[in-house]
């Protein structure tokens, strides 16, 4: 049976996830009685599966660049105040042992466990109160105070964080709690959208590269103000893999990926000195593609023939194709296979050195809910870190 008890703490942080423990032990080692909510029966899941297990917990190359938001520059006072070293000496402090992948990605050498173990462990030596799993049932303000109700009774508390992240992977405790509340509040909120996340293919482009489920292509990839060079994975549904992860960020629906197939390579002069080979199209191809994809690829340009059969400005209209090889996708695969959610509450109500909503006295969002996205590569934690911290310092 649930015991009802009203309580009165400094801070009630909502959602127990990378940002919302990182607050609540800031805050409660500079001595703030905090209590945080949290409704998921199990602590930390999207720790625990991401980076396949390992969590790739920061980007040591962090910076502005990194991040998608309606105001670039938000994040940078935070990213400055707690930095991925400043992560990274908390990690070694706890001996979390860790490596770089690439670019700059840091992993946990064992398991994520360990930094959902350091962050409790953190949140009990600032003294934080839990109630888990309880979900909230509403949140007011009340003669200068917040008052949370709760199952489990109420909370009355100076500040309220809202720090419940955004609505990828529902079956784990996502939730739209934080938009609601925004709004509740006046705040506006920037339409949510999957990020990070798989494309889908129409079905004429399926059942041409379909079959190549499991094929990676390294390619440069572009749309809009997004470029990165990565792998680009077929799957059963469409594509998939880093490059494709990174652009959906940048894809609003409706305007093709531009694909250079050979990225670093002369593709103009690579066909062209082959013109007088016996060689097919997709055998010269396949010196620098997976094979399959070479042949699928050719076979959708109606080239499966011998260079010497190709005229010379056929094989420049087709090195202009390896280039800028255009692909439409039809959707992305949702919030149950996308890493982020982009947009969230727009920064433009919200302090970027305290993360208080300018308007509304003790009110913070930390973390995903916050129109800050990071790329791929560990940036989303460190901005649940800085933002966590930054509110942490304040409340
Ligand atoms: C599969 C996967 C892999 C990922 N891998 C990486 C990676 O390797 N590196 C990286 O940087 N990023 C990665 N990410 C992104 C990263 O996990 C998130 O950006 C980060 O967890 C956001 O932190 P957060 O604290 O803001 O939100 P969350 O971690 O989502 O935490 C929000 C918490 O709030 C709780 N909550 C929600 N609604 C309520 C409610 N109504 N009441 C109470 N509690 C509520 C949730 O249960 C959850 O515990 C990955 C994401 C996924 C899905």
Redesign the pocket.
């Given at each position: 049976m649930t015991t009802r008890r009203d309580v009165r703490c400094d801070v009630v942080v909502?959602?127990?996830?990378?940002?919302?423990?990182?607050c609540a032990a800031t805050a409660g080692l500079r001595g703030r009685r905090v209590l945080l909510?949290?409704?998921?029966p199990i602590?930390?899941?999207?720790?625990r599966?991401?980076?396949?297990g390992?969590?790739?917990?920061?980007?040591v190359n962090t910076g502005p660049a990194n991040f998608l938001s309606q105001n670039p520059d938000f994040c940078r006072s935070a990213l400055a105040r707690f930095t991925p070293h400043d992560f990274v000496a908390l990690v070694e402090r706890y001996r979390i042992g860790y490596h770089e992948k690439k670019l700059g990605?840091l992993?946990c050498d064992d398991t994520a466990r360990d930094l959902i173990a350091m962050l409790k462990a953190e949140c009990d030596r600032g003294h934080v109160d839990w109630r888990m799993p309880?979900?909230?049932d509403g949140v007011t303000r009340e003669g200068g105070a917040w008052r949370v109700a709760t199952p489990m009774g109420a909370v009355r508390a100076e500040s309220v964080v809202v720090?419940?992240?955004?609505l990828?992977?529902p079956k784990?405790?996502?939730?739209p709690?934080?938009y609601r509340m925004a709004e509740q509040f006046g705040q506006a909120v920037v339409a949510p959208r999957p990020a990070?996340v798989p494309l889908a293919l129409p079905p004429d482009a399926l059942a041409r590269y379909g079959e190549l489920a499991g094929v990676a292509v390294d390619v440069e990839v572009a749309c809009g103000q997004g470029r990165f060079r990565e792998n680009l994975l077929f799957t059963h549904r469409g594509v998939s893999g880093p490059a494709i992860l990174q652009i959906s960020s940048y894809w609003s629906g409706g305007e093709p990926l531009v694909i250079d197939l050979l990225p670093g390579i002369d593709a103009e002069r690579l066909l062209v000195d082959e013109r007088t080979s016996d060689a097919r199209l997709d055998s010269v191809l396949a010196r620098h593609l997976p094979q399959r994809f070479a042949q699928a690829w050719c076979a959708a340009q109606e080239s499966v023939l011998p260079m010497k059969q190709l005229a010379e400005k056929r094989l420049r209209e087709l090195a202009t194709r390896l280039r800028a090889w255009t692909l439409l996708p039809s959707g992305t695969q949702g919030y149950n296979k996308?890493?982020?959610t982009l947009g969230g509450v727009d920064t433009r109500g919200v302090s970027s050195k305290t993360m208080a909503a300018t308007n509304v006295a003790g009110l913070y969002f930390?973390?995903?809910?916050v129109d800050v996205t990071?790329w791929?590569?560990?940036?989303?934690?460190?901005?649940?870190w800085s933002?966590?911290h930054a509110a942490g310092m304040h409340v």
């Open positions: 909502i959602g127990a996830g990378a940002a919302g423990m990182m909510i949290e409704h998921y602590l930390g899941e999207k720790i599966i991401s980076g396949g390992r969590c790739n917990f920061t980007n990605q992993f309880c979900p909230v720090a419940t992240g955004g990828t992977v784990i405790g996502a939730t709690f934080g990070l996308a890493e982020v930390i973390g995903e809910v990071g791929l590569g560990g940036y989303n934690f460190q901005w649940a933002s966590g």
